[in-house]
């Protein structure tokens, strides 16, 4: 994991304000780090468990809610210990390859269970062409012009999706080639 932070930002939609949770990376996993955040930010006692294999990645998330518990008896909650033993149990092929009913009754058979209707997720990012060379006009003429020709070519990548820009020196002549205008001229009229 190597040093760092981990930002988590939330966007809860219709026009209310996105917050964000920074915590510093634990070095130990992302699991951690991800209780860490949750303890610091939330205040609510969360475990959380993870897997990956070549093809796919899941997790499972267990939150104690305080209904109508003071939050600081929550870690000490006999119905919590019970859960988070439970979950203990999970394997990384139950959580990777069990439908979800499946592996609620598996863990949880002997607890009363409601499954709430579930919202398809998608991963997007904002991140365009048209974004990078804005930035990168923001930069100016100059800088970018000196780094085409160092390296051949602008390469930009965005840090949140992975996606590689690449601009050469015909592109960049043409991000601001409308930025020149014609030097006063001698000729009088
Ligand atoms: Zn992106």
């Given at each position: 994991?190597?040093?760092?932070?981990?930002?988590?930002?939330?966007?809860?939609?219709?026009?209310?304000d996105?917050?964000?949770?920074?915590?510093?990376?634990?070095?130990?996993?992302?699991?951690?780090?991800?209780?860490?955040?949750?303890?610091?930010?939330?205040?609510?006692?969360?475990?959380?468990?993870?897997?990956?294999?070549?093809?796919?990645a899941?997790?499972?998330?267990?939150?104690?809610?305080?209904?109508?518990?003071?939050?600081?008896?929550?870690?000490?909650?006999?119905?919590?210990?019970?859960?988070?033993h439970?979950a203990?149990?999970?394997?990384?092929?139950?959580?990777?390859?069990?439908?979800?009913?499946?592996?609620?009754?598996r863990?949880?058979?002997?607890?009363?269970?409601?499954?709430?209707?579930?919202?398809?997720?998608?991963?997007?990012?904002?991140?365009?062409?048209?974004r990078?060379e804005?930035?990168?006009?923001?930069?100016?003429?100059?800088?970018?012009?000196?780094?085409v020709?160092?390296?051949?070519?602008?390469?930009?990548?965005?840090?949140?999706?992975?996606?590689?820009?690449?601009?050469?020196?015909?592109?960049?002549?043409?991000?601001?080639?409308?930025?020149?205008?014609?030097?006063?001229?001698?000729?009088?009229?």
């Amino acid at each position: 994991m190597g040093a760092g932070h981990l930002v988590m930002t939330i966007d809860p939609g219709r026009g209310r304000d996105r917050y964000q949770g920074i915590v510093s990376l634990d070095e130990t996993s992302l699991v951690n780090t991800l209780q860490n955040y949750f303890s610091q930010s939330e205040q609510l006692p969360t475990r959380l468990w993870l897997a990956v294999d070549d093809t796919s990645a899941a997790g499972f998330l267990l939150q104690n809610l305080p209904a109508n518990r003071p939050a600081d008896t929550l870690e000490e909650d006999d119905d919590w210990n019970r859960c988070v033993h439970l979950a203990d149990t999970l394997t990384n092929a139950e959580l990777l390859h069990l439908p979800v009913e499946k592996l609620l009754y598996r863990l949880f058979h002997q607890e009363s269970v409601r499954l709430l209707g579930s919202s398809p997720i998608n991963f997007a990012c904002r991140c365009s062409r048209e974004r990078v060379e804005r930035t990168l006009k923001a930069l100016g003429y100059k800088e970018v012009k000196q780094i085409v020709e160092e390296d051949g070519d602008v390469e930009v990548r965005c840090e949140f999706c992975n996606t590689e820009y690449a601009l050469d020196v015909v592109d960049v002549e043409h991000l601001f080639a409308g930025d020149f205008q014609p030097g006063p001229s001698d000729t009088r009229h």
